[in-house]
């Protein structure tokens, strides 16, 4: 009878040592590696995609506020440079729109801002002020934001009271010249109050 052969102890370790040890092949190492570039490429197209839709929706919305903020200026300007006295026209306003007579150049023009509710814009409106039945004929319209609502009021003081209020109907005639006008803007469900003083 032969004797059965048994490993020692120390060999069954050895053996195990060496199964545990085992590292990862080439080819395992390489596939590894490109998935893991295809999964980078994929998170960075998706990440450069988004900043491109994000940075494209910034410039709109910058434009947007350039737009609003150049047009506040210039109409701050120009209520700042109404011509007084003058005999054909008066300053006038409403709670939607607001006209006094202005110097464009070498020419007197009458100037309204009207809030157009169907289209959503505070539109500028100019026509010369002259005897010419053809300058008058000619109003230009331009378009300066858009809104939800433009609301104008004017703020008047009463000498003899000593007291200043805020009325939305104004004539010069009647009252003679709003120490500040204060336009409401609502622009993409956010409210806007401009205050515009004018030089007595």
Same mark, same amino acid.
């Given at each position: 009878?032969?004797?059965?052969?048994?490993?020692?102890?120390?060999?069954?370790?050895?053996?195990?040592?060496?199964?545990? @040890?085992?590292?990862?092949?080439?080819?395992?190492?390489?596939?590894?590696?490109?998935?893991?570039?295809?999964?980078?490429?994929?998170?960075?197209?998706?990440?450069?995609?988004?900043?491109?839709?994000?940075?494209?929706?910034?410039?709109?919305?910058?434009?947007?506020?350039?737009?609003?903020?150049?047009?506040?200026?210039?109409?701050?300007?120009?209520? %700042?440079?109404?011509?007084?006295?003058?005999?054909?026209?008066?300053?006038?306003?409403?709670?939607?729109? *607001?006209?006094?007579?202005?110097?464009?150049?070498?020419?007197? *023009?009458?100037?309204?801002?009207?809030?157009?509710?169907?289209?959503?814009?505070?539109?500028?409106?100019?026509?010369?002020?002259?005897?010419?039945?053809?300058?008058?004929?000619?109003?230009?319209?331009?378009?300066?934001?858009?809104?939800?609502?433009?609301?104008?009021?004017?703020?008047?003081?009463?000498?003899?009271?000593?007291? %200043?209020?805020?009325?939305?109907?104004?004539?010069?005639?009647? @009252?003679?010249?709003?120490?500040?006008?204060?336009?409401?803007?609502?622009?993409?469900?956010?409210?806007?109050?401009?205050?515009?003083?004018?030089?007595?």
């Amino acid at each position: 009878m032969k004797p059965s052969f048994r490993p020692k102890i120390s060999d069954m370790n050895f053996r195990k040592c060496q199964s545990r @040890n085992k590292g990862f092949s080439l080819v395992e190492v390489f596939l590894v590696t490109a998935m893991l570039g295809v999964v980078l490429v994929a998170l960075f197209s998706a990440y450069a995609a988004g900043m491109k839709i994000w940075r494209t929706a910034n410039r709109l919305e910058l434009a947007k506020d350039r737009k609003f903020v150049i047009s506040m200026e210039n109409i701050t300007e120009e209520f %700042a440079g109404y011509i007084r006295d003058f005999k054909e026209m008066n300053f006038e306003g409403k709670k939607s729109e *607001v006209s006094f007579p202005f110097f464009s150049g070498s020419h007197a *023009v009458k100037i309204t801002y009207v809030f157009d509710k169907n289209k959503k814009y505070l539109l500028r409106k100019t026509v010369k002020l002259s005897e010419s039945l053809k300058d008058k004929m000619q109003e230009k319209t331009t378009k300066l934001f858009d809104a939800k609502s433009v609301k104008f009021q004017y703020l008047l003081y009463d000498q003899v009271e000593n007291a %200043a209020y805020w009325v939305s109907d104004f004539s010069q005639e009647e @009252n003679g010249v709003p120490a500040a006008v204060r336009i409401d803007i609502n622009r993409n469900n956010e409210d806007t109050r401009e205050f515009i003083f004018i030089p007595q």
